[in-house]
């Protein structure tokens, strides 16, 4: 409200100056800026052509015209506008990217580039040309080209989230899931309401066959906007997958919260052991999978899932048992992990004889015959999964 009455304010005093001096081109420019804050476009218009009579060689001007048509949808007439600035002034580095923009808006993509260029040969740290000619090579499925520029808007202003939001789409198109996440993660750190980035993360999250962290990511989305009809279908397609493995796992007990927390537990680490391993190992298969799990498990994964009705990944087949072997054996990717539980575990042996004991209750509610669980085991179930919720740590 304060700034309303400021640009009201401002105006007045422009008006001022201009019945004292109607030719007073330079009024007649701010006026104009001052209504499009205002979004009072048609009465900026036609302020700026006020401008633009007295003083047609006026290429800021010419630029500032474009824009308002732009915000009035009359781009053709914006790009005419922005040519004209050009002819003016061909090193009016702002205008080339504004006409960039506008041709990508238009569809016409190979133009934008070419603007963009320009824009960059005058300025190469002109951070949004370098983000917005990412998109006009996004638009045109040069997804490779796409992630180098963005990587040159980042160098230059780290802390532009769009750009690494930007990133993090063109690295799922070139199917380069877990540096998506991590380029995804980057931008909300910056900016937590960034809608793209939470959408687009969750979608690289189901790509790398983490459930979980998917419909997380998307109910973040959703909160800020629960308009978006592709992030809850997308959402749906996770719990689907979520509750398929939940399917193939509920105990016929009564024992419903105590399955739940060893099954939310198992799930998180599940699929943070995943995620911790593809980062430090590589996301490739002969990377975080043959180097990161022992050949026995994942021989027997590959049996479970040639005996499957429906063949999973592998890893899916990897059970709560299995991954206490698997920390055992690559324990040098988490020990800076178990630094943040480090003050309810002495050692890396009394975490690792918990999910011992954790596997010990899971069994005891999923097959009945192999024990019984009791509120101890409840207690204990619970104070795991806070356990490991602080292992995995945020995201």
């Known amino acids: 409200m304060r700034h309303l009455w400021r640009l009201a304010e401002a105006l007045e005093a422009i008006d001022k100056a201009l019945r004292l001096n109607r030719k007073y081109v330079d009024a007649w420019a701010n006026r104009a800026n001052t209504l499009s804050a205002l979004g009072q476009y048609e009465d900026a218009l036609q302020s700026i052509n006020e401008a633009l009579t007295i003083r047609s060689k006026y290429a800021l001007a010419w630029n500032n015209r474009a824009s308002t048509l ?50 960059l040969t005058i300025n190469s740290k002109f951070v949004l040309a370098w983000n917005n000619r990412g998109h006009a090579l996004s638009e045109m499925g040069k997804w490779k080209e796409a992630v180098d520029s963005y990587d040159k808007a980042i160098t230059t202003n780290p802390g532009l989230a769009i ?36 959408v687009g993360r969750g979608v690289a999250f189901f790509e790398l066959c983490i459930y979980v962290e998917a419909v997380n990511s998307f109910d973040e989305a959703l909160k800020l906007n629960a308009g978006l009809s592709d992030a809850w279908d997308a959402k749906n397609r996770a719990l689907e997958r979520v509750e398929k493995w939940l399917n193939g796992h509920r105990p016929p007990s009564l024992l419903t919260e105590l399955y739940d927390q060893v099954a939310r537990a198992e799930a998180r680490l599940h ?125």
Not at 84 to 112: C, I, M, R
Not at 164 to 189: F, I, T
Not at 272 to 298: C, H, N, S, T, Y
Not at 317 to 328: A, E
């Open 70 to 119: 732009e915000k009035l949808g009359r781009h053709r007439d914006a790009i005419e506008s922005y040519r004209k600035a050009l002819e003016l002034d061909p090193k009016y580095g702002t205008a080339w990217h504004n006409l960039g923009s506008v041709l990508s808006d238009l569809g016409q993509h190979q133009e934008a580039l070419e603007s963009f260029d320009n824009a």
């Open 271 to 395: 699929n943070f052991i995943q995620l911790r391993l593809k980062k430090e190992l590589g996301d490739d298969e002969a990377g975080w999978w043959v180097k990161g799990i022992p050949l026995e498990m994942r021989q027997e994964c590959m049996k479970n899932r040639e005996a499957a009705p429906e063949r999973l990944p592998p890893y899916s087949y990897v059970y709560l048992i299995d991954l206490k072997k698997i920390l055992d054996k690559s324990w040098k990717h988490f020990e800076s992990d178990f630094q943040r539980v480090k003050g309810q575990f002495k050692s890396k042996n009394e975490f690792l004889a918990s999910l011992g004991r954790l596997n010990d209750v899971r069994n005891a509610v999923m097959h009945p015959i192999k024990g019984t669980a009791n509120e101890d085991d409840l207690k204990f179930a619970r104070d795991m999964r806070q356990a490991i919720e602080a292992f995995a740590g945020p995201g």
């Open 163 to 198: 750009a690494w939001a930007n990133r993090g789409a063109n690295l799922c198109h070139l199917k380069r899931y877990q540096e998506a996440v991590d380029s995804y993660n980057k931008a909300l750190a910056i900016d937590n309401n960034l809608v793209p980035a939470l």
